[in-house]
């Protein structure tokens, strides 16, 4: 009968000491719910309920754009676990024979393939509902699973209401279940709020399966980090570092070199192919790809951009650019948005491009800033070119032709086309199209003002300087006057 999935994502989050909802903090470029709705997506659900409270309209609007069928339900107060998933199965129509699987919105790590397992468990043994559980190093404020002599779930038992020996039990509740839905309906119907939080616990759902002889599974997680969940910065950073493990593993064991793991940072939706190479202190982030035999790094922070076969990127930051096939980039370049490099171009040292081409074969080596602008192939740019893409009010654009030669400390002031093959003179303000093949000069002439220095600025170093050096050129000339 298929499977409703129904994440809770409700909870206000009040230890992240955040403006922003929880679940919308993020790990390694998605956010936490994301993370989940995403491993949700291997049991290819009916449908997929989400619980929302705190923030529900920025939730609401993020569920939008991330997982546009899910159906966000809200909860208007917060009164417990049972009383979120009540809401939940009151908001859609769940056939008796379907699934119910409930899986909480904060916990990054949980793999699709455990969910799997988990509902194969379930409908294998034919029960009302399975429990995930998981073996952890410190099972401190988790509910300790507690077993009969037979191995059977007897019991799930809070932190604070277990006994000295409930509480030496590793084995813990993760709070991820699947539930037979017409056992989960009137097993809601029958929850109280008769403990010490006056709240509708799910967990007492496993106890009414326990007293009414409905059989329980339990599954436990291959990795206790799946179970893991989010509650203040600290959590966030410690699942942060255990998620990108994940990622680096994963990606070093499909062919891709990372020298030092302990300090390369790659997001969830970043693609790689083998043979790339990713030197220390570097971050991939977004939907940033990168092709095989490139190099990345060291110092280089890429986001959205895509770096062709054999590129190297060095010491750089790249936002929305595309990197060409065997480009070069860097140290310390900085491309935009709309910056694309073709096959075996420079952006070199200390190098801006933003909303540009770059042909195949242009060099732009170094101190200048590329914006609007269209670059043939061939072209080289000198030190120190500025394209003066912006009149204070609108933005213009610059054509380059091929083979063009522009000398440093050019300024080329837009709207502006320099024909193919054309060249301009160093220190030149080009504001006229230049003809194909034309040298374009315009500087004002040199003109010398002998003595400036020491009549101007005497008492300087520079004056001093100046004094000296004419006297001793002074000498020279005495000197090789005949007496």
């Not at 277990?162 to 929850?191: H, I, M, P």
């Not at 300090?263 to 982030?285: F, Y």
């Not at 095989?292 to 590129?311: E, M, N, Q, R, S």
């Amino acid at each position: 009968m298929g499977t409703t999935v129904v994440v809770l994502a409700a909870g206000e989050g009040t230890r992240m000491r955040s403006a922003t909802p929880k679940v919308l903090h993020t790990l390694g470029g998605r956010s936490l719910v994301g993370h989940v709705l995403t491993a949700v997506e291997a049991v290819e659900p009916e449908r997929v309920v989400v619980v929302i409270g705190h923030g529900r309209e920025r939730v609401a609007e993020h569920l939008a754009t991330i997982a546009p069928r899910s159906v966000p339900v809200v909860q208007e107060h917060q009164n417990g676990t049972g009383h979120a998933v009540r809401v939940a199965c009151g908001a859609v129509a769940v056939p008796d024979g379907a699934t119910v699987l409930v899986v909480c919105g904060d916990a990054p790590l949980l793999r699709g393939e455990t969910l799997q397992r988990l509902l194969g468990e379930h409908r294998e043994q034919g029960a009302a509902a399975t429990v995930l559980t998981a073996l952890v190093p410190d099972p401190t404020g988790y509910g300790r699973i507690v077993r009969d002599p037979a191995g059977e779930l007897a019991a799930i038992v809070e932190h604070r209401d277990a006994t000295a020996e409930q509480l030496a039990l590793a084995e813990v509740n993760s709070g991820v279940y699947a539930f037979e839905a017409k056992f989960l309906r009137d097993a809601l119907a029958r929850l109280s709020t008769d403990n010490s939080q006056g709240e509708e616990y799910l967990t007492d759902v496993i106890a009414i399966a326990r007293r009414d002889g409905a059989p329980v599974a339990t599954v436990r997680a291959a990795d206790f980090a799946e179970i893991l969940g989010v509650n203040d910065r600290v959590q966030l950073a410690e699942l942060g570092r255990l998620l990108n493990r994940r990622v680096l593993e994963a990606w070093m064991r499909a062919g891709v070199t990372v020298v030092d793991p302990s300090s390369t940072w790659i997001d969830v939706d970043v693609r790689l192919e083998p043979d790339v190479v990713v030197h220390p202190n570097t971050g991939l982030h977004g939907s940033t790809r990168v092709a095989a035999d490139a190099v990345i790094g060291p110092g280089t922070t890429l986001t959205d951009t895509v770096v062709g076969t054999g590129a190297h990127v060095l010491s750089s930051h790249a936002t929305g650019a595309d990197i060409g096939p065997h480009a070069h980039v860097g140290p310390f370049a900085y491309l935009r948005p709309g910056a694309v490099l073709g096959v075996d171009s420079k952006a070199g040292a200390f190098v801006e491009i933003k909303n540009s081409s770059v042909g195949a074969g242009s060099k732009v080596p170094h101190l200048s800033y590329v914006g609007d602008a269209d670059i043939g192939v061939g072209v080289n740019i000198g030190a120190a070119t500025i394209f003066v893409n912006y009149d204070g009010v609108a933005k213009h654009r610059t054509t380059v032709g091929d083979h063009v030669r522009v000398a440093s400390d050019t300024m080329l002031v837009a709207p502006l086309t320099l024909g193919a093959g054309s060249y301009t003179a160093a220190g030149s303000v080009i504001t006229q199209d230049v003809p194909p093949g034309a040298l374009a000069v315009a500087r004002g002439v040199q003109r010398n003002v002998e003595g400036w220095v020491e009549r101007k600025r005497p008492g300087t170093r520079s004056a001093a300087a100046a004094a000296a050096a004419n006297n001793a050129n002074k000498q020279s000339t005495d000197d090789r006057e005949p007496a």
